[in-house]
């Protein structure tokens, strides 16, 4: 257990900003699972339409640091390739 105060309040702010940041990794999942299930469904304008939805979610999640810009980069590349697979 912390004895400092700054580290108290570092334990606090850790605990705080990780709550965020698992809330954040959330919502781009789902916008991920979003586009997945229009492709499975065959979908393309749904899967199309999904994804532009889902892009900005992953970029934020980059620039929020959650994620690196290399797995989102990748993320949306195969995604954009199985859509235009259907």
């Known amino acids: 257990m ?3 105060k700054s ?7 850790t605990a705080r900003r ?15 699972k979003k586009v ?4 499975e469904a065959g979908d ?6 999904a994804f532009k939805d889902a892009q900005p979610e992953l970029m934020r999640g980059v620039s929020k640091g959650v994620l690196h810009r290399n797995t989102v980069a990748r ?3 195969r995604l954009s390739a199985r859509i ?3």
């Open 44 to 49: 393309k304008s749904a899967a199309a339409e």
């Open 84 to 86: 235009k697979a259907l």
């Open 75 to 77: 993320k949306l590349s």
């Open 36 to 39: 997945e299930g229009a492709i």
């Open 2 to 4: 912390a004895n400092h």
């Open 7 to 13: 580290a108290e309040k570092r334990i606090r702010q």
């Open 18 to 32: 990780t709550e965020v940041n698992r809330a954040r990794v959330s919502r781009i999942r789902t916008f991920v």
